[in-house]
């Protein structure tokens, strides 16, 4: 069974421009989470989607967005990059019950110059 | 807000040792508890996770970790490392009612050094 995925694995920007990152869950898996990792403030929860819909979203701004698609696909945009913006954003599937095990990708380096 | 402390930043230990890295959560109604290990260049994985049950959780590579609810604790254990477990460890914690159980929770992570 293929693992996460997440495209792309390294993307630089400048700032005020936007980005668009894309994961792709376990086959079956219809939950997709995100996460922000940086070395100052960890890892940070940004919001999770369920069958299409944000079911929960994390203390980001609102340049922060994302979407599920009906396959379970998720992206997640970031508009108007500032140099803080710059981490490791991990993506997590997992199965339909809340007691299933999430499963990571391997992240997409974001640089924001 | 929920929050996650990891007291060691950075353990390093010879082979053959014990470990034990702690982990306190604030949260004080029901909890599910994680441990992650991230290995050098590797993605994140799960070691092992309490629901309910049993307080005493096993996981893989000879892990486990013990929830003690007095204590708002659930510090991980290794009776003996191997220089494989060189990697870095995050506790986590699900966030309270109406937060999914999906919403994690991460403390600060603590780095695992293992000297052959």
């Known amino acids: 069974k293929a693992g996460v995925t997440q495209t792309p694995r390294y993307l630089i920007k400048t700032r005020g421009q936007q980005v668009t990152l894309s994961c792709s869950p376990i086959?079956?898996?219809?939950?997709v989470s995100w996460y922000q990792q940086t070395p100052g403030q960890g890892l940070q929860f940004l919001f999770e989607y369920f069958s299409e819909t944000q079911r929960n979203k994390g203390n980001f701004p609102g340049r922060f967005s994302g979407r599920q698609f009906s396959n379970s696909r998720s992206e997640m945009n970031v508009s108007t990059l500032e140099l803080g913006d710059s981490a490791l954003y991990l993506c997590?599937?997992?199965?339909?019950?809340?007691?299933?095990?999430?499963?990571f990708g391997p992240g997409t380096r974001l640089t924001v110059l | 807000a929920q929050s996650v402390s990891q007291h060691n930043h950075h353990v390093i230990l010879s082979e053959a040792a014990s470990l034990e890295l702690g982990c306190n959560y604030s949260y004080g109604g029901t909890v599910n508890l994680f441990w992650y290990v991230q290995y050098p260049g590797q993605h994140l994985q799960l070691l092992l996770k309490?629901?309910?049950?049993?307080?005493l959780v096993k996981g893989i590579k000879g892990f486990e970790a013990e929830f003690i609810k007095s204590k708002f604790s659930f510090n991980l254990r290794k009776p003996s490392v191997q220089w494989s477990d060189t990697a870095e460890y995050f506790c986590a914690v699900n966030a309270p009612p109406p937060g999914s159980a999906r919403q994690l929770t991460f403390g600060s992570g603590t780095q695992l050094t293992v000297l052959p």
């Open positions: 309490y629901f309910s049950g049993d307080p």
């Open positions: 086959s079956g898996h219809r939950s």
């Open positions: 997590a599937s997992s199965g339909q019950s809340s007691t299933d095990t999430q499963y």
